[in-house]
């Protein structure tokens, strides 16, 4: 049984346009479903502004959707209020990308960590100090950080705090936002295996959003591949990487750097730039940069649907299947 099911989630923006107070829609998320499953990591990739973040932040209820589901453990979340919406985010929490900008620079980390329970009322006085002294350990912090100020922390400290933080509740799922971008490689790696051990431990679900491919690569059991607003691939990690069946997964993979000879791929230049959410390409979204495309291409828009058993992509002229 998934734990978190979205189905057809769109989020459309009104951007001012002219003269008169003329508005128009830019659809950030445009009919996006797929399915969590408990103890799962998704990775969701693309290039910036494809709708990833806003993704992330609408299943949260951190930016309000225009319509769809998202059902967590059966339940409508965003169909959910005031204190039915509080209970429910017990079950799910959020890492953001900005290890600087997402801690409360005026807290010390003890209240950082510990708000959660205060919150949700968990746990108070020594009680609640003393689980977030144990959470302050489990990510790899000394319990003098409970007394100190964010400032006084690396990036990578900083991260540790916000997963700390985001642990506290014991959540089911966390949708871990671009966790490791602002992060030195040999940080991201640490953090990247953190994470993993959490998810041994405590068998937490993430949807993990990120740009980095190879990040992707080494975390995911499957990978969502967004493209303006919407999931043109969605398949399991080793048959994504080894082969790929929609024309812009192919161009992404072919652009990641490679040392070893074997692994290269030719690298696939995708002609034009991305086209504005403010005015899409009518058809398949894509048909403006792919090498690939018919004239069928130009008029119909493509469904997300199985092309090969347990992969999923939104092409007329799939690859590889």
Do not use: W
Not at 200 to 210: C, H, K, M, T, V
Not at 244 to 253: C, R
Not at 288 to 314: D, H, I
């Amino acid at each position: 049984m998934s734990l978190l099911e979205v189905r057809d989630l769109r989020k459309v923006f009104q951007v001012p346009r002219g003269m008169f107070g003329r508005h128009v829609d830019v659809r950030a998320v445009d009919g996006v479903s797929f399915d969590v499953m408990p103890g799962e990591t998704l990775g969701v990739v693309g290039e910036s502004g494809c709708g990833k973040s806003t993704l992330g932040r609408t299943l949260l209820r951190l930016i309000e959707p225009t319509s769809g589901e998202a059902r967590f453990e059966g339940r409508d979340l965003l169909r959910l209020k005031g204190r039915a919406l509080k209970e429910a985010r017990k079950g799910f929490q959020m890492i953001f990308q900005d290890p600087f900008a997402s801690l409360n620079p005026r807290m010390r980390v003890g209240d950082i960590v510990g708000e959660p329970f205060a919150v949700h009322g968990l746990a108070k006085g020594e009680e609640r100090r003393q689980r977030v002294l144990g959470l302050l350990e489990r990510v790899g912090l000394r319990p003098d950080a409970y007394h100190r100020y964010p400032h006084e922390f690396s990036g990578g400290q900083r991260q540790r705090i916000g997963i700390a933080r985001a642990l506290a509740v014991l959540p089911k799922l966390i949708v871990a936002d671009e966790p490791v971008s602002a992060l030195d490689v040999s940080i991201q790696a640490q953090v990247l295996n953190l994470l993993m051990d959490l998810q041994d431990e405590f068998g937490i679900a993430y949807l993990f959003i990120s740009h980095d491919l190879r990040v992707v690569e080494h975390i995911a059991h499957r990978v969502a591949v967004m493209y303006l607003g919407r999931i043109v691939e969605l398949s399991p990690v080793g048959d994504l990487f080894a082969r790929p069946v929609h024309p812009y997964t192919e161009a992404l993979l072919s652009a990641i750097p490679r040392i070893e000879s074997a692994q290269r791929r030719e690298r696939i230049i995708l002609r034009g730039d991305v086209p504005s959410p403010i005015d899409p390409p009518s058809g398949c979204p894509f048909h403006p940069r792919c090498p690939y495309a018919r004239e069928n291409c130009r008029t119909v828009v493509p469904v997300l649907e199985e092309k090969a058993p347990g992969r999923l992509a939104a092409c007329h002229y799939p690859l590889n299947v």
